[in-house]
């Protein structure tokens, strides 16, 4: 569990040096995507699906986001978007093209459903956080 914290922050941390966002935001940026891979690890790891648990962690991801937000006074996309990098399905992705070569095509149909739709559900997350977000602020104003 620690090693793949590490590797989830280490993968947030370098993409969003990648992503070129400032250097006082990058360990913060390291910090959501740790919590939202490790959101995503618990969730799995109580037999959640696959798909609500990407919706979950990223819903969380978006959350630690504006508060990095308010924090650091930055924009938003420069903590979410490397903050869901760990969560995005390449891995399944990638065996769905591995299955298209093999030719495959039933596997390779079912695994790129899998993967189009944990994008969405990551998508949802933080669209949805958003608008939660913006609702506590009404009603708190």
Not at 87 to 106: K, N, S, T
């Amino acid at each position: 569990m620690l090693s793949q914290l590490a590797a989830s922050f280490i993968a947030a941390f370098a993409f969003g040096i990648i992503f070129n966002v400032p250097k006082k935001t990058l360990f913060a940026c390291g910090i959501a995507g740790a919590v939202g891979w490790l959101s995503y690890l618990f969730l799995i790891h109580f037999k959640m699906d696959l798909i609500i648990a990407a919706f979950i962690s990223a819903l969380l991801v978006a959350f630690i986001s504006h508060l990095f937000t308010k924090m650091y006074k930055a924009p938003i996309i420069i903590f979410s978007v490397p903050g869901i990098i760990p969560l995005v399905p390449g891995g399944i992705a990638y065996d769905a093209m591995r299955h298209v070569v093999e030719q495959d095509y039933f596997t390779a149909i079912e695994l790129a459903a899998k993967a189009f739709i944990i994008s969405g559900a990551i998508a949802m997350g933080l669209v949805f956080s958003e608008v939660l977000n913006r609702m506590i602020m009404k009603i708190i104003r």
